[in-house]
């Protein structure tokens, strides 16, 4: 688990992904251990990660960056998916510096900064996923990398 506030930063997610067919609902980005876990929780397109900065469906030919903290939310500008059977990259540098904020970019190109403090789970041990709790379409994904930089990672 990455720990935002111990001061492993920036803490940077990124997978490889490809619809194969877009899916009715999925997170892709840093989630909380309040959400992971041997209870997994049963997700549908209204219920979403409690603590998380994830790429989402916004609609049947968008995704959006969003980020939470319980009933605090923030929800991107909507962007057009890519297309089906096209690999793409998602990123998201999670980082204090210029004040904390996620950087969240498509294929290289930054198409999201989220700076709302009560948004951000700076005090959340996070895990990277890639979600999809009862989906219809299907996803491939080619790798998933997270790290911290070399910083050691502490859960406490």
Excluded: M
């Excluded at 049963?42 to 968008?62: C, H, N, Q």
């Excluded at 939310?73 to 210029?98: H, R």
């Amino acid at each position: 688990a990455f720990h935002f506030a111990n001061r492993v930063k920036p803490i940077t997610f990124e997978t490889r992904v490809k619809w194969v067919t877009y899916p009715t609902n999925f997170f892709i980005g840093l989630i909380s251990a309040a959400f992971v876990g041997n209870d997994f929780p049963v997700v549908t397109a209204t219920t979403r990660p409690v603590r998380a900065i994830i790429l989402e469906r916004s609609s049947a030919t968008d995704v959006v960056f969003t980020s939470r903290v319980g009933a605090n939310v923030t929800v991107g500008t909507s962007f057009a998916k890519a297309a089906d059977n096209t690999w793409f990259k998602v990123k998201i540098e999670f980082t204090d510096v210029g004040g904390n904020q996620a950087k969240c970019y498509v294929d290289d190109v930054l198409k999201q900064t989220l700076n709302t403090a009560a948004s951000l789970p700076t005090a959340d041990n996070l895990y990277p996923a890639v979600l999809l709790p009862n989906p219809t379409g299907d996803v491939s994904v080619d790798r998933v990398k997270c790290d911290a930089g070399g910083a050691i990672v502490d859960l406490a």
